[in-house]
């Protein structure tokens, strides 16, 4: 099912629930949901979004999850049973990430920084150079391994996987999340 565009706007400052397995051994930390999400209950909901094609060829889910009407029951036990948690440092979910400003990623480290506390999850990605040299204050950052602000959690970025991103690719999303996904002792 598709949805209309007026539809989608009804979904506008809309959460979509954070997917916490325990245990938790990689946290994927998207920037903030998309409309589309949103109206689905799912994170990456929206077609050519490449996160879960990237995840299938990376070879951390066996099959390729289509999560554009929502999780079925066999994608959440993919994701859960290998402790593959989803969240966004923004919850508000908008058409287009650039929708949010400078303060909302700010405040999404904030609530980050209680999850992670809280859940101690074995590795957190964020998917998003720029949404994390901003939420982190960190001007100069690069994709790959950071200095994690949070003791005993590995701390990575990865490129976006929105479709529109043009710069990073299935493969070479893939290739970034098998790496972290060998980290977190997943593959």
């Given at each position: 099912?598709?949805?209309?565009?007026?539809?989608?706007?009804?979904?506008?400052?809309?959460?979509?629930?954070?997917?916490?397995?325990?245990?938790?051994?990689?946290?994927?930390?998207?920037?903030?949901?998309?409309?589309?999400?949103?109206?689905?209950?799912?994170?990456?909901?929206?077609?050519?979004?490449?996160?879960?094609?990237?995840?299938?060829?990376?070879?951390?889910?066996?099959t390729?999850?289509?999560?554009?009407?929502?999780?079925?029951?066999?994608d959440?036990?993919?994701?859960?049973?290998?402790?593959?948690g989803?969240?966004?440092?923004?919850?508000?979910?908008?058409?287009?990430?650039?929708?949010?400003?400078?303060?909302?990623?700010?405040?999404?480290?904030?609530?980050?920084?209680?999850?992670?506390?809280?859940?101690?999850?074995?590795?957190?990605?964020?998917?998003?150079?720029?949404?994390?040299?901003?939420?982190?204050?960190?001007?100069?950052?690069?994709?790959?391994?950071?200095e994690?602000?949070?003791?005993?959690v590995?701390l990575?970025?990865?490129?976006?996987?929105?479709?529109l991103?043009?710069?990073?690719q299935?493969?070479?999303?893939?290739?970034?999340?098998?790496?972290?996904?060998?980290?977190?002792?997943?593959l």
């Amino acid at each position: 099912m598709g949805y209309t565009r007026q539809e989608l706007e009804t979904f506008r400052g809309c959460t979509v629930p954070d997917l916490l397995p325990e245990p938790l051994n990689l946290l994927f930390v998207g920037i903030n949901p998309g409309l589309t999400s949103a109206a689905a209950g799912a994170h990456f909901a929206k077609r050519g979004n490449r996160f879960y094609p990237a995840l299938h060829r990376a070879g951390i889910t066996d099959t390729l999850i289509d999560a554009s009407e929502g999780f079925t029951e066999t994608d959440l036990a993919q994701l859960t049973s290998r402790g593959i948690g989803i969240t966004n440092i923004a919850p508000r979910a908008t058409a287009r990430a650039d929708e949010l400003d400078d303060d909302e990623l700010r405040a999404g480290l904030r609530r980050l920084d209680r999850l992670v506390a809280e859940r101690a999850p074995k590795v957190v990605a964020i998917l998003g150079i720029t949404a994390y040299r901003t939420a982190f204050s960190r001007p100069r950052a690069k994709v790959g391994r950071q200095e994690s602000p949070w003791p005993g959690v590995e701390l990575f970025v990865a490129p976006n996987p929105s479709g529109l991103n043009a710069h990073a690719q299935v493969p070479d999303l893939a290739a970034a999340y098998r790496d972290i996904a060998r980290i977190a002792g997943i593959l």
